[in-house]
């Protein structure tokens, strides 16, 4: 069975502090591994996609990488508007077409 | 581009009643699916599309039913509304195609059942 699992559950960090966010996942033949941010009473993000191991991707602060068996969301300086809960989530090819979600990291940025 | 919308935002109900929730989306997503999310629990998978005219249940699926008459718009149906099924709702689009599978998320409906 696909699992996803996410850590810390909850992350403070002062402005400038960097740190990286993980996702360790268990799926049989992975086929996607995606980063979402959500910040709260609104519906997540799409940030990345990574499809194997070794790949990088990055967005202004955040840069995602991926082993066979976790990724990373390093946070390099965040800001206070990096505040907010990040997802993790995997397609494997035995999960169809679903995605199966980690519970999260809530991230909060104190100035 | 709207993206994906949702409504309504907000919805109170009493144990027993029914009610609809709408979800659009305007990029013409093949794949489209439907979630809730309660605390400590993460995203739950209700049922899913991968086309008009076809209909999943995913990992939640009980006492909810779905249509996707039109390409655009799947439809999150609760029969008879249990105090269980007070969540927030969200919907996403995906257009898994071309090694794309990444979703697009709507902003969610908040529902208590009282």
């Known amino acids: 069975e696909d699992q996803v699992t996410q850590s810390p559950e909850a992350l403070r960090l002062q402005e400038g502090e960097s740190s990286s966010l993980n996702c360790s996942y268990t799926?049989?033949?992975?086929?996607?591994l995606f980063w979402y941010r959500q910040d709260p009473g609104k519906g997540p993000e799409f940030l990345f996609t990574l499809y194997s191991a070794g790949e990088e991707k990055e967005k202004e602060r955040l840069k995602a990488t991926l082993t066979k068996k976790e990724s990373f969301l390093h946070i390099t300086a965040p800001k206070p508007e990096d505040s907010a809960t990040y997802l993790c989530?995997?397609?494997?090819?035995?999960?169809?077409?679903?995605?199966?979600f980690g519970s999260g990291t809530r991230l909060s940025i104190r100035p | 581009n709207a993206g994906v919308t949702q409504t309504p935002k907000f919805r109170v109900l009493k144990t027993g009643q029914s009610m609809t929730l709408l979800c659009a989306q305007d990029m013409n997503h093949e794949y489209m699916y439907w979630y809730r999310q309660d605390p400590g629990m993460g995203l739950r998978l209700i049922h899913y599309s991968v086309g008009e005219g076809t209909t999943a249940k995913g990992e939640v699926p009980d006492g909810y039913n779905v249509s996707r008459l039109k390409k655009q718009n799947f439809l999150l149906g609760l029969e008879s509304a249990a105090p269980s099924q007070t969540s927030v709702y969200f919907c996403?689009?995906?257009?898994?195609?071309?090694?794309?599978?990444?979703?697009?998320f709507g902003p969610g409906t908040r529902l208590t059942v009282t």
């Open positions: 989530a995997v397609r494997g090819y035995s999960s169809a077409s679903k995605i199966i």
């Open positions: 996403a689009s995906s257009p898994w195609e071309g090694g794309r599978y990444e979703q697009y």
């Open positions: 799926v049989s033949g992975l086929r996607g």
